[in-house]
Protein backbone atom coordinates (compact mmCIF):
# COMPACT_ATOMS: atom_id res chain seq x y z
CA UNK A 1 0.00 0.00 0.00
CA UNK A 2 1.23 3.25 -0.79
CA UNK A 3 1.70 6.02 1.94
CA UNK A 4 -1.04 8.56 0.89
CA UNK A 5 1.18 11.64 2.22
CA UNK A 6 4.19 10.96 -0.02
CA UNK A 7 2.56 12.50 -2.91
CA UNK A 8 1.72 15.53 -0.82
CA UNK A 9 5.32 15.88 0.82
CA UNK A 10 6.13 15.63 -2.80
CA UNK A 11 4.06 17.86 -4.07
CA UNK A 12 5.31 20.17 -1.28
CA UNK A 13 8.55 20.14 -2.50
CA UNK A 14 7.91 20.56 -5.99
CA UNK A 15 6.47 24.04 -5.19
CA UNK A 16 8.87 25.14 -2.92
CA UNK A 17 11.75 24.20 -5.74
CA UNK A 18 9.50 25.88 -8.48
CA UNK A 19 9.64 28.86 -6.21
CA UNK A 20 12.59 29.09 -4.95
CA UNK A 21 15.38 32.04 -5.86
CA UNK A 22 18.71 31.01 -6.98
CA UNK A 23 19.92 31.57 -4.02
CA UNK A 24 17.61 29.89 -1.78
CA UNK A 25 18.16 26.66 -3.73
CA UNK A 26 21.57 26.82 -3.24
CA UNK A 27 20.90 26.66 0.60
CA UNK A 28 18.55 23.70 -0.18
CA UNK A 29 21.45 21.87 -2.12
CA UNK A 30 23.85 22.49 0.82
CA UNK A 31 20.99 21.51 3.15
CA UNK A 32 20.41 18.11 0.95
CA UNK A 33 24.21 16.97 1.26
CA UNK A 34 24.01 17.91 4.88
CA UNK A 35 21.62 15.72 5.40
CA UNK A 36 22.53 12.96 2.87
CA UNK A 37 26.03 13.23 5.04
CA UNK A 38 24.27 12.49 8.23
CA UNK A 39 22.33 9.89 6.79
CA UNK A 40 25.27 8.05 5.48
CA UNK A 41 26.79 8.47 9.23
CA UNK A 42 23.73 6.50 10.29
CA UNK A 43 23.72 3.80 8.10
CA UNK A 44 27.92 3.41 8.50
CA UNK A 45 27.10 2.92 12.23
CA UNK A 46 24.68 0.26 12.07
CA UNK A 47 26.46 -1.52 9.23
CA UNK A 48 24.27 -0.86 6.06
CA UNK A 49 26.81 -0.47 3.71
CA UNK A 50 24.85 -0.02 0.65
CA UNK A 51 22.34 2.81 2.06
CA UNK A 52 26.21 4.97 3.49
CA UNK A 53 26.89 4.26 -0.05
CA UNK A 54 23.87 5.43 -1.94
CA UNK A 55 23.64 8.87 1.09
CA UNK A 56 27.20 9.32 0.31
CA UNK A 57 26.86 9.41 -3.79
CA UNK A 58 24.15 11.53 -3.19
CA UNK A 59 25.57 14.03 -1.37
CA UNK A 60 28.45 13.81 -4.31
CA UNK A 61 25.84 14.29 -6.50
CA UNK A 62 24.89 17.67 -4.69
CA UNK A 63 28.39 18.65 -4.28
CA UNK A 64 29.06 18.37 -7.86
CA UNK A 65 25.56 20.60 -8.78
CA UNK A 66 27.05 22.64 -6.23
CA UNK A 67 30.55 23.00 -8.02
CA UNK A 68 29.01 23.33 -11.58
CA UNK A 69 26.76 26.57 -10.08
CA UNK A 70 29.59 28.55 -9.00
CA UNK A 71 29.40 31.61 -11.22
CA UNK A 72 33.12 31.82 -12.50
CA UNK A 73 32.83 35.48 -14.29
CA UNK A 74 32.75 37.35 -10.54
CA UNK A 75 35.54 39.13 -10.36
CA UNK A 76 37.75 38.23 -7.33
CA UNK A 77 38.75 35.01 -5.52
CA UNK A 78 35.42 34.18 -4.30
CA UNK A 79 34.48 31.62 -7.26
CA UNK A 80 37.87 29.62 -6.71
CA UNK A 81 37.67 29.16 -3.56
CA UNK A 82 34.60 27.89 -3.81
CA UNK A 83 35.29 25.45 -6.10
CA UNK A 84 38.50 24.48 -4.24
CA UNK A 85 36.03 24.43 -1.12
CA UNK A 86 33.83 21.85 -2.94
CA UNK A 87 36.34 19.77 -4.37
CA UNK A 88 37.73 19.57 -0.55
CA UNK A 89 34.24 18.32 -0.01
CA UNK A 90 34.01 15.93 -2.59
CA UNK A 91 38.17 14.23 -1.44
CA UNK A 92 36.76 13.49 1.78
CA UNK A 93 33.43 12.34 0.56
CA UNK A 94 35.51 9.82 -1.57
CA UNK A 95 37.23 8.71 1.01
CA UNK A 96 34.41 8.15 3.24
CA UNK A 97 33.26 6.01 0.96
CA UNK A 98 36.30 3.73 0.29
CA UNK A 99 36.72 3.39 3.67
CA UNK A 100 33.25 3.92 5.21
CA UNK A 101 34.97 6.54 7.72
CA UNK A 102 32.78 8.61 9.50
CA UNK A 103 35.74 10.96 10.22
CA UNK A 104 35.47 11.81 6.60
CA UNK A 105 31.79 12.65 6.47
CA UNK A 106 32.71 14.63 9.64
CA UNK A 107 35.27 16.93 7.81
CA UNK A 108 33.01 17.00 5.16
CA UNK A 109 30.05 18.00 7.31
CA UNK A 110 31.74 20.69 9.34
CA UNK A 111 32.98 22.44 5.66
CA UNK A 112 29.44 22.12 4.65
CA UNK A 113 28.20 23.40 7.37
CA UNK A 114 30.34 26.64 7.40
CA UNK A 115 29.49 27.17 4.06
CA UNK A 116 25.71 26.81 4.80
CA UNK A 117 25.85 29.42 7.72
CA UNK A 118 28.54 31.97 5.34
CA UNK A 119 25.95 31.55 2.64
CA UNK A 120 22.93 32.51 5.22
CA UNK A 121 24.64 35.70 5.94
CA UNK A 122 25.47 37.01 2.81
CA UNK A 123 22.03 36.17 1.31
CA UNK A 124 20.23 38.39 3.88
Do not use: C
Not at 18 to 31: D, F, H, Q, T, Y
Not at 43 to 50: F, G, H, L, Q
Not at 100 to 114: F, G, Q, R, V
Amino acid sequence: MTNPYASHKNDYLRNQVMSASPNKLIEMLIEGAIKSIKKAEMAIEDKKIEAANNEIVHAQDIVDELKFSVNKEIEGDIPQQLISTYDVVEQELIQANIHKDKNHLEIALTMLNELLDAWKQITK
